[in-house]
């Protein structure tokens, strides 16, 4: 049964929980008075419907229904979560929870970067169903969502939450104790104030902090975080060296942390001037494609290595991955191009072809080797654990169209030949909008030991499958 999510507030926010939701397969009523507000979450969802599944190897969930309603009242209806995502003016926040509790008994996460949830309840009817989820922009590719109770907040309600926010592909950080700005706000509202100095007093311009950022511990942070990175500067010695090496820095006039700068119109100008020299050539919307291209390319190669974030997108894709139902043909891949497979041509490079259609063998092995009763049963990886796999010893690969990053592709694939210890197997790579064959591949593969690395004979129930597939799909459509 399809869930629902109701928001609250459809601006930048709020049109990221949107998309984050109705593209893992949810329903989503949206309320927001602005007459602008269902163009503007429209635009917001074309950037997340090119960019969110590029993340991924599988197809994501069919869409759910975006719907938009004349009252909070309506919104809520039926929604097993609702994200409030109004202006940030406390009282405003208020009315709008009385109003949400007035029609909803569904736990309410507020996007607020600043108030603290016991803030947020103060006069509501149910506050033991408030709490912070803050999110981070764009909502719909960045996981963090601090999750901020309080005291009076119902244990209930925050498991719920945390469960409902990990199935779309996010991660929930419960907040130990409610403070204002919650955690990573405090971190950037640090810098912030640092930078602003540095602009001030002509040390740097915006675009020059900017590149010290992302050219160098902006790298490091987005991957291993704070301590982590200084442990690793601490050399063998670890964090305690690092300490001791660089403690005494404390006292040193290193930061005007606990000093902010007058907010002068002067220093508005300043960096509004700078800011429009460095990047006033994009427009927003330019800009915030830019960003997603680089936080996919960037995330995607976490992916490969298993860490941080791309261990989060590793761990969901399995939640939302299926093994190929028994067709002719079977379905082996459907999965949009990411941008990180093009070339400077702007098309899918061919190394990203044997790489795709790798991935389709791989799921032909998942099939006939399933077990259910093994540790990572559905995955070839599980049958290498079993000490068995096929080896490819043979290909024939052609390209006969152009493929685009963001297209969505299929590979339909036959076995040709299935006896003994040969698998071969013929893939058809198709876009999925109009089913043009786009590459094709046929492939010899071997059944190998792992133990001798030699080739051997599979199990009788490994060669049942094998050749009912090969029988299969010998017959005519």
């Not at 419907?49 to 069919?62: E, Q, T």
């Not at 971190?187 to 675009?207: I, M, P, Y």
């Not at 994009?282 to 190669?301: F, H, P, T």
């Amino acid at each position: 049964m399809t869930k629902t999510a109701a928001i609250i507030g459809g601006g930048v926010i709020g049109g990221g929980w949107a998309a984050r939701f109705l593209l893992n397969g949810w329903n989503v009523r949206v309320f927001d008075p602005d007459p602008e507000a269902e163009r503007k979450i429209g635009e917001v969802m074309a950037n997340a419907r090119a960019a969110l599944p590029m993340l991924y190897d599988v197809a994501l969930p069919d869409e759910g229904a975006l719907t938009f309603h004349g009252s909070i009242a309506e919104a809520v209806e039926g929604a097993e979560w609702v994200q409030e995502s109004v202006s940030e003016r406390l009282d405003l926040k208020h009315k709008v929870m009385a109003e949400i509790q007035g029609a909803s008994t569904a736990p309410i996460g507020s996007s607020t970067s600043g108030f603290k949830p016991s803030e947020l309840q103060q006069g509501a009817p149910d506050p033991s169903r408030i709490m912070v989820a803050h999110p981070f922009n764009p909502v719909y590719l960045l996981p963090l969502i601090e999750i901020v109770p309080s005291p009076e907040t119902d244990e209930a309600a925050i498991a719920a939450a945390e469960e409902i926010l990990t199935s779309v592909g996010l991660y929930p950080l419960r907040v130990r104790k409610e403070i204002d700005a919650h955690i990573a706000d405090r971190f950037l509202e640090a810098v912030w104030r640092e930078a602003l100095w540095l602009v001030k007093d002509g040390v740097a311009t915006t675009e020059e902090i900017d590149n010290a950022i992302r050219f160098g511990f902006g790298i490091r942070w987005a991957q291993m975080g704070l301590f982590e990175t200084y442990r690793v500067a601490g050399g063998e010695a670890g964090m305690r060296h690092f300490m001791a090496q660089f403690g005494p820095a404390l006292k040193w006039p290193w930061t005007k942390l606990m000093d902010v700068p007058e907010f002068t119109p002067e220093l508005v100008d300043m960096i509004a001037d700078q800011s429009d020299a460095q990047s006033g050539h994009l427009s927003i919307r330019e800009l915030e494609k830019k960003r997603d291209k680089n936080l996919i390319a960037m995330m995607r190669a976490l992916r490969q290595q298993g860490n941080a974030s791309g261990r989060l997108i590793n761990t969901h894709q399995r939640t939302i991955r299926h093994l190929p139902k028994a067709a002719n043909p079977l379905v082996t891949q459907d999965r949009v191009v990411p941008v990180d497979w093009t070339d400077l041509n702007g098309h899918m490079n061919e190394g990203r072809y044997g790489q795709l259609f790798s991935d389709a063998a791989e799921e032909v092995i998942a099939y006939v080797s399933a077990d259910e009763a093994a540790p990572l049963a559905g995955t070839s990886e599980d049958y290498a654990a079993r000490g068995f796999n096929y080896f490819t010893v043979e290909t024939t690969t052609k390209y006969l169209a152009e493929t685009q990053a963001g297209e969505r592709i299929v590979v339909h694939t036959r076995i040709t030949e299935g006896r003994g210890k040969k698998l071969r197997c013929f893939h058809e790579m198709k876009r999925a909008s109009d089913g043009e064959v786009m590459a094709t591949c046929d492939q010899l593969m071997l059944h190998v030991s792992l133990e001798t690395r030699r080739t051997c004979e599979p199990s009788d129930e490994v060669l049942a499958k094998v050749e009912a597939l090969a029988a299969l799909h010998a017959k005519e459509n």
